[in-house]
């Protein structure tokens, strides 16, 4: 297949794009609507920040007697990992969290406490995901081939025809698989995806925004809580966390790559 390419959307002759810009800036300052977050999403991240350090203190120096009772608090701590990746992270790494760039790249550098890497996120998803949107080779979110088929220009194999059953627990490994594979993946074989290149690190970025950060997540997430509750407790609770992260990840972006005839 061959790279695909757009016209500039800065090219004159596309006036669809600069109408477009025109009438958004527009409704934004008729209605003195800021273009960046505001304290409802200030707030929102206050709540989320704190429900987190709740729940892992929680599970982590005063574990519940009561398995079902951890095993509960885990998956609300999954979801509120999920919730933290949608509202902070995400308006933070697309630049409109705030007007103020440094707080931008600190929301955004959430992504690497949460065990990804918001560099190599950029790439992916501001880049390939938003101006290639489900096309192969491009956009790296429909790349979950072999054991799924999200786009008619893919192989298709004969459990594909089981996907709409055993797809619902592979989007509950996404967490997983991006903390743990995609990453490493991408960094390794330097692609983002067939098309794209990722982009040269600096010596800084090598070592805090890859390494230190994937070590600091796995002693804060793994190591300490095995330390402090047990090897089994903590793995069991972690892939719980995982599970349900993965799931509301998946499930919220899935919608977004509704391919039609990729069945």
């Keep these: 297949m061959a790279q695909i390419r757009f016209q500039n959307p800065q090219n004159p002759a596309d006036s669809f794009f600069n109408a477009l810009r025109v009438k958004v800036d527009t409704y934004f300052k008729k209605n003195k609507i800021k273009q960046t977050g505001d304290f409802r999403l200030y707030l929102k991240t206050i709540i989320l920040f704190v429900g987190l350090a709740l729940f892992y203190t929680i599970l982590v120096f005063f574990t519940p ?149 994937k070590v600091f997540y796995v002693c804060l997430f793994i190591v300490l809580p095995i330390f402090m509750v047990g090897l089994l407790e903590t793995v069991v609770g972690y892939l719980v966390m995982a599970f349900v992260t993965g799931l509301m990840i998946a499930i919220v972006f899935q919608l977004a790559h509704v391919v039609e005839d990729a069945h």
């Design 65 to 213: 007697e009561n398995i079902w009772v951890s095993l509960g608090i885990c998956s609300l701590m999954g979801i509120n990992l999920a919730a933290i990746g949608f509202n902070v992270m995400h308006d933070g790494a697309h630049g409109s969290y705030s007007g103020k760039k440094w707080v931008n790249n600190l929301m955004g550098y959430v992504l690497n406490f949460l065990g990804g890497n918001v560099d190599i996120w950029k790439q992916k998803h501001n880049n390939n995901h938003h101006s290639f949107t489900n096309i192969e080779g491009m956009d790296d979110d429909i790349d979950l081939k072999p054991l799924m088929r999200v786009s008619p220009t893919q192989k298709k194999y004969w459990m594909h025809r089981f996907q709409h059953i055993y797809g619902l627990f592979l989007y509950g490994l996404t967490y997983l698989s991006w903390v743990f594979m995609a990453d490493f993946k991408k960094y390794f074989t330097g692609k983002i995806a067939d098309f794209t290149k990722t982009k040269k690190m600096t010596f800084k970025e090598h070592f805090f925004s890859v390494w230190f950060s």
